[in-house]
């Protein structure tokens, strides 16, 4: 099985475009070199990975697969080339991070902004993910360092303590749960929520709790940031859950009634995720040793 990053680029230009003459046009290429490619992909592979209709083409189930596959490799062989690009400039050494939407929002800005004012040598890549996304990319060498909030099930990764993290319910001022200093989850489940969007860490939570206490979570507005959990909570529109330090700079600023949660999945430890200290670049591994020096 042989194939290039170009013959990627190629099949995901014919996927996109539905026709082998447009994806031609777009990489600046003949179609009938377009299609010896993937013709030579097919037999390599020993399957069929177009169906060539008279108005174009359309993927097999074996050319879906290949299409997922192939734009997360060519997304990695971009950042690889950028990456090594910047190291004829003087980058020392590149660290990519996966963690929740926690972390990114409550510990990471500051643990950032120290760690590159003494490192101005070394780049972050950061990207968002639930637990179970970070722990793959890390046991799978697409990121070097995850923080995760729930241990994950992956073997061959070492966990160390990072964090904790208390959640919160946000309330309107006028709410009937306003003026409760802590309350169970349960007590929330009668209103509607604004919550986070489908591929966070948090929404997974909130959906199994309420699973699990055999009532629905009735979400009204989903929305990709607490800021903006907080407007639409402020405007009444619901309830919302959060870290109770990232709704801290919204309780005074909007009005709103930050209520502790009584629930033991409330209280949340975040760990570090890495494959092994030995495995670590040595940017990456002062990076990790830089974020445990500050544990709590």
């Known amino acids: 099985m042989q194939f290039s ?3 990627l680029e190629l099949f995901v230009a014919v996927a996109e475009e539905g026709s082998i003459a447009k994806a ?4 600046h290429t003949v ?3 377009v299609s010896k490619r993937i013709s030579d992909m097919e037999e390599s592979f020993h399957t069929a990975l177009l169906v060539r209709r008279s108005k174009g083409v359309e993927l097999t189930p074996a050319g879906q697969a290949l299409l997922a596959r192939s734009r997360g490799v060519l997304d990695q062989a971009s950042q690889l080339n950028d990456e090594l690009a910047e190291f004829a400039s003087g ?4 660290v990519r991070v996966f963690a929740n939407i926690s972390s990114i929002v409550e510990f990471l800005p500051a643990a950032l902004a120290s760690f590159l004012s003494k490192h101005r040598d070394i780049r972050i890549h950061l990207e968002e993910h639930v637990s179970s996304v970070t722990a793959e990319a890390v046991a799978g060498s697409v990121a070097d360092v995850g923080i995760v909030s729930d241990v994950p ?10 964090r904790k993290d208390e959640l919160a319910l946000v309330v309107s001022p006028g709410h009937p749960l306003a003026g409760r200093k802590s309350a169970n989850f349960a007590d929330a489940l009668e209103f509607d929520f604004i919550g986070l969007h489908s591929n966070s860490s948090l929404h997974y939570l909130l959906i199994r709790e309420a699973a699990q206490s055999g009532r629905p979570l009735k979400l009204r507005i989903q929305v990709t940031s607490f800021d903006a959990v907080c407007a639409m909570v402020a405007a009444g529109l619901g309830v919302g859950i959060m870290p109770r330090a990232a709704a801290t700079p919204y309780i005074d600023s909007l009005g709103l009634k930050s209520i502790a949660l009584r629930d033991a999945w409330a209280k949340r430890k975040l760990y570090l995720c890495i494959r092994s200290k030995e495995s670590l670049s040595s940017a990456a591994r002062e990076f990790v040793n830089h974020l ?3 544990v709590d």
């Open 31 to 33: 179609a009938s070199a």
């Open 292 to 294: 445990t020096s500050r």
């Open 91 to 94: 980058v020392r050494g590149h």
């Open 5 to 7: 990053l170009k013959d």
């Open 153 to 162: 099930p992956a073997t061959g990764l070492t966990l160390i303590p990072f």
């Open 24 to 27: 031609a046009q777009r990489c």
